[in-house]
């Protein structure tokens, strides 16, 4: 009980694999071909052994190439999929960023979408009555909160994803390269409320190809290499040893 109210996430020997199915036959040749040896899959190991605690109030990156298992580990932590084995425990009201959009109901509109997206984050309709006015603000979108969001830009679907998620009052924040969407002005005023929170105590973990980013925010850094911790401490030591490899 004291190891959960010191920390925010556990990660306890963590595995997790996929599926990859073999056959794929387009035509009805193939598929006639492929008859009796269709369903014929590989399991994919994505993660493997993955042991780290999160402590409350630490601002951790995720880093890694492409395939690393980065995003993976985030959408476990958010319980939107789960380990084949070990577990992972969190402490705390939690929200994420990891797929643009995701929740948004592209026939309505971005106010009615910011009820629907606070929803899924547990927000009652009297709280996120409360907070509109906030969340409409920060996203900059007053003049088209009104309109479907199929109308919307990617840059627009970020702003409205992101000015809910960080009014929802959470104690972990968990993002997936996000910021690497929209223009410059609104990736800075981002960053700059993330430098706020981080001063309120949250707790975040970002996946990002930014070192600079993770250079400016993190004092943590977890380096996953073929879904296993290469790395796991001191910021400027990992992003150093990462350009150099990755260079």
């Not at 493997?48 to 402590?55: D, L, V």
């Not at 997206?117 to 909160?145: C, H, M, Q, V, Y």
Request: hydrophobic share 35%; proline share 2%.
């Amino acid at each position: 009980m004291k190891e959960i109210e010191e920390y925010s996430i556990i990660v306890d020997d963590v595995y997790k694999t996929f599926n990859v199915y073999l056959d794929k036959a387009n035509t009805i040749k193939e598929k006639l071909l492929f008859l009796f040896s269709r369903n014929r899959k590989q399991k994919r190991v994505v993660l493997e052994g993955i042991h780290t605690k999160i402590k409350k109030g630490e601002v951790v990156a995720l880093i890694g190439t492409n395939g690393s298992g980065k995003s993976t580990l985030l959408k476990l932590m958010t319980k939107i999929i789960y380990p084949n084995k070990g577990k992972i425990t969190t402490q705390g009201k939690l929200t994420s960023l990891l797929e643009l959009g995701a929740g948004f109901h592209p026939d309505f509109s971005g106010r009615e979408n910011i009820y629907f997206n606070a929803s899924i984050f547990g927000l009652t309709r009297k709280e996120i009555d409360e907070r509109i006015e906030d969340i409409i603000e920060f996203s900059e979108l007053r003049p088209f909160i009104d309109n479907p969001v199929r109308t919307y830009s990617s840059g627009m679907y970020m702003r409205l994803a992101f000015s809910v998620a960080i009014n929802v009052d959470a104690d972990i924040l968990l993002i997936d390269e996000i910021l690497s969407v929209g223009d410059e002005h609104f990736q800075n005023k981002c960053f700059e409320k993330m430098l706020e929170l981080k001063k309120q105590g949250k707790t975040m973990v970002f996946v990002t190809h930014s070192m600079e980013s993770v250079k400016k925010l993190c004092d943590r850094t977890i380096w996953l290499y073929n879904g296993k911790i290469r790395m796991d401490g001191n910021t400027k030591e990992i992003v150093e040893e990462y350009v150099k490899e990755t260079r």
